[in-house]
């Protein structure tokens, strides 16, 4: 199925769970973007990510849009299944980490969304959709230290904790998390 104005190899992929549909993100959802980015607690672990203008949000936005039209997927809009109330954000993105390309995961919910599994049935879903259409390639999370709740997401939608890998980001230390890693995969430098 073609998404309306888009390049015709881009899909319009909405992963459906028990609770949340996800789907590809559209120019409608700039202010909800937003909302949830500018938002000191939702990135209270990392402020390198807050929003201060609907500008910014606009420019993310599109930075999300590109990826989708190059690859295929992206970040999803995470929504309540039967309301279609957005509670965030889930999703990868292709990074190059040390000498590799991988996959990023990401989780960004309201905190109103928080503390009910909303999280870890988003990111699980997205590991799953990637396991199936991807198998080849490495899924990574990074999560600060002092995020616990977020190393237990990461953990029950199946990846591990990868002392090895861990790096600086752009708030700190970041302590890695994968699903897999290739044997002749970089290790620390």
């Not at 980015?37 to 606009?58: C, F, I, K, V, Y």
């Not at 600060?144 to 090895?164: M, Y």
Request: proline share 7%.
């Amino acid at each position: 199925m073609r998404c309306p104005g888009s390049e015709p190899k881009v899909c319009c992929v909405e992963i459906v769970t028990a609770r949340l549909a996800l789907r590809r993100p559209g120019p409608a959802d700039v202010e909800t973007i937003f909302a949830i980015h500018r938002d000191p607690e939702a990135s209270r672990h990392n402020p390198s990510d807050l929003l201060a203008t609907p500008a910014e949000a606009e420019h993310l936005y599109s930075r999300w849009d590109d990826h989708w039209r190059r690859h295929s997927f992206g970040y999803w809009v995470v929504e309540e299944r039967e309301s279609r109330k957005i509670l965030g954000f889930a999703g990868l993105k292709v990074v190059r980490f040390r000498e590799i390309e991988v996959l990023n995961l990401f989780y960004r919910l309201d905190p109103a969304a928080w503390g009910n599994g909303v999280a870890t049935e988003a990111a699980t879903a997205v590991v799953s959709w990637a396991g199936r259409h991807l198998p080849e390639w490495p899924i990574l999370a990074r999560v600060r230290p002092d995020n616990v709740a977020s190393q237990k997401v990461a953990q029950r939608a199946g990846l591990t904790r990868a002392e090895h890998l861990d790096d600086l980001g752009e708030d700190g230390l970041d302590w890695l998390f994968v699903t897999r890693w290739p044997a002749n995969g970089p290790s620390p430098t």
